[in-house]
Nanobody, 124 residues
Framework: QVQLVESGGGLVQAGDSLLLSCLAS?????????MAWFRQVAGKEREFVAT????????TYADSVKGRFAISRDNAKSTGYLQMNNLKVEDTAVYYC????????????????WGQGTQVTVSS
């Protein structure tokens, strides 16, 4: 099992940027895990944001964040990142990172290991 810890959330204004980090620890072979970011607003279902393959060569984004967010990873540091630019009020949510064995996927039920989440709040 992989332990994941997100950080970097906070309160920002619309148009600002934030960099979320996800530190992975635990099981060996983590370099080959696909990693993803999801987000959830209270009372709503968790939604897919972005995913990246183990090697970093394949990335996929939700339409709502395409062109504004960038997912990346540094396997030497066992850390994944989500750079969020031009933030909008509707980006306000708790952001979770998750990993899975195998290729990238946009559905949360494919992901076994999850972090505790980090709150991102964007004010107008």
């Amino acid at each position: 099992q992989v332990q994941l810890v997100e950080s970097g959330g906070g309160l920002v204004q619309a148009g600002d940027s934030l960099l979320l980090s996800c530190l992975a620890s635990g099981r060996s072979g983590r370099d080959f895990h696909a990693m993803a970011w999801f987000r959830q607003v209270a009372g709503k279902e968790r939604e897919f944001v972005a995913t990246i393959s183990g090697t970093g060569e394949v990335t996929t984004y939700a339409d709502s964040v395409k062109g504004r967010f960038a997912i990346s990873r540094d396997n030497a540091k066992s850390t994944g990142y989500l750079q969020m630019n031009n933030l909008k009020v509707e980006d306000t949510a708790v952001y979770y990172c998750a990993v899975r064995d195998g290729p990238t996927a946009t559905e949360e039920y494919f992901y076994r290991d999850w972090g505790q989440g980090t709150q991102v709040t964007v004010s107008s």
